[in-house]
């Protein structure tokens, strides 16, 4: 059955006494914090404008978060950006949280949703909240330290680089007002039942057919956060969960999330998306009280810790939030509001993305591909685009599994056509776009990945292109090492150890059988 969060303006039957004081936005853009020692300066006469000291160049931006009847809402007051923003949850749910808990998830989600702000707003921002210091303050502050490089390898064309990112990073700061220390109230919770952040992509989809082998109860949760919420990807994976609920009965919170749009609105790799993943684990946690799950289960691969060294020398991590360091520290952060209760972890550290599908097609073939979905532009009549990275990366090793993605994956295009050879990273020049598929680091699994269609006798116009190029050789090879690399099970130590050999088992398993075939279409050739 469906549990569906709505999205509505700021509810003015909320619960006043959470989660601190609320001073009237009209009075002053600064309240009385313990830590404004130098607010407290009055400005020197005479100064001109440039010569100010150097806080009075600060600009305000005040952040009033509470809780509501329902939920949680967000009011932001400067005069560069004026926002009112709720997030509801179901009543059950909501009412049902300790006082202490909302508390400390509000002090949280205001810092969140809103830490990304100086970035995006381009100047020394000095953010005022009427919440509390948050846990995540320090793994916010890694987490953009972290992707500042991306960020600069991604927006070259805008005239930037690391150092104006560092120095905006640095010059802004945030300040929090004085709240009850009230520690968290969480039950007993029950490793058996877990929660999965779920979004008909391959990952996802791997991580909830182990659940159900693993005999776990599986609570499903949907994050709807792209920049419209009425757009392709809310709209269509609406209809995917009523017909996948139709052969699995699961329990599904479907979030509607108006928060994200705080976040920048562009193509890519944008300011404030860097913590998606923290948010979509502390607004769990709700959810996770009511059912005492003990797990946050996440689907990030082993791919996602890939990185490279830009022309500077600085390392550039495309998918810092998913790898493997970022997991461990958002399960530091669930337990901290969670009394120790809710873990998050990941199953797939160990696998590259040619392998998940891989073991998706030997072993879960008749519950995936038909409701497979990962793209995010298309449009209401297909759910793949068919223009973007995205979709051709996943039509290509859908291919090389021996899955038709027309007939079987609801694929409209073919992605095999010479106009979508910039799609890919193996025909002269990285994909193009600004996804993650544009760092050019899966050019070896995709080169892979087309000589196994050519092996399977795919006759199409890039698959034959590519067996006439230098890549074709180099992979015909390097076959048997590529082979070794992405459809072996890796070493990882996220694996939650009480899981980790039957899930090993399982992975093995389908990746013998998976090599086995290649090795027989290789001899054929």
């Known amino acids: 059955m469906e549990k569906k969060f709505t999205v509505n303006k700021t509810n003015k039957n909320s619960d006043s006494s959470l989660p601190g004081p609320e001073t009237p936005l009209e009075i002053s853009s600064m309240y009385k914090v313990d830590n404004m020692e130098y607010y407290d300066v009055a400005p020197m006469e005479g100064r001109h404008k440039r010569s100010r000291i150097w806080h009075e160049r600060e600009i305000p931006v005040r952040i009033v978060t509470k809780n509501t009847a329902q939920g949680i809402a967000i009011k932001i007051r400067s005069k560069l950006l004026n926002s009112d923003l709720e997030l509801e949850y179901p009543n059950s749910i909501w009412k049902k949280y300790p006082k202490e808990n909302k508390i400390k998830l509000v002090d949280n989600a205001a810092y969140i949703f809103t830490a990304h702000l100086p970035m995006l707003l381009k100047g020394n921002i000095r953010l005022e909240y009427n919440t509390g210091y948050p846990q995540s303050y320090s793994w916010a502050q890694h987490c953009f330290m972290k992707h500042l490089t991306m960020y600069w390898y991604e927006y070259r064309s805008r005239g930037s680089g690391v150092f104006p990112l560092l120095k905006t990073l640095l010059n802004s700061r945030a300040f929090f007002s004085q709240t009850a220390d009230a520690p968290p109230e969480f039950p007993m919770s029950n490793d058996e039942i877990v929660l999965l952040p779920f979004t008909f992509g391959k990952d996802s989809f791997l991580t909830y057919h182990i659940c159900k082998e693993l005999g776990l109860q599986t609570i499903l949760l949907f994050f709807n956060d792209p920049l419209d919420i009425n757009s392709h990807e809310g709209y269509y994976k609406k209809i995917l969960f009523k017909e996948y609920l139709k052969i699995k009965k699961e329990k599904v919170y479907y979030f509607d999330n108006p928060l994200e749009s705080l976040r920048e609105q562009a193509e890519g790799n944008s300011f404030g998306w860097e913590l998606l993943l923290t948010s979509w684990a502390i607004l769990s946690l709700p959810v996770a009280y009511k059912y005492k799950a003990g797990y946050i289960l996440f689907s990030n691969e082993k791919s996602v810790n890939a990185f490279f060294y830009d022309n500077d020398g600085f390392k550039v991590v495309p998918e810092f939030e998913q790898n493997y360091q970022a ?90 056509l010479p106009e979508k050879s910039h799609l890919y990273n193996v025909f002269g020049r990285k994909a193009s776009g600004s996804g993650w598929d544009s760092f050019g680091l899966n050019k070896e699994e995709q080169m892979l990945a087309f000589y196994i269609c050519w092996l399977r006798g795919v006759d199409e116009p890039l698959v034959n292109e590519f067996a006439q190029s230098e890549l074709f050789e180099e992979t015909k090879n390097n076959f048997r090492d590529m082979v070794d690399e992405y459809f072996y099970l890796h070493e990882e130590t996220t694996t939650p150890p009480q899981w980790k050999k039957k899930i090993d088992k399982i992975f093995n398993h389908s990746l013998r059988n998976v090599r086995k075939e290649l090795r027989t279409l290789r001899r054929k050739k």
């Open 327 to 416: 997991t461990e520290e958002i399960s530091l952060l669930t337990q901290a509001l969670s009394e120790g209760e809710v873990y998050t972890s990941t199953f797939l550290q160990g696998l590259n993305d040619l392998a998940i599908v891989a073991i998706l097609r030997d072993r879960y073939y008749n519950d995936t591909f038909k409701y497979l979905m990962s793209c995010w532009e298309g449009e209401d009549r297909k759910r793949w685009c068919g223009n973007c990275s995205k979709c051709a990366r996943l039509y290509l090793y859908i291919s090389a599994m021996g899955v038709n993605p027309i007939k079987e994956a609801g694929f409209v295009d073919n992605m095999f």
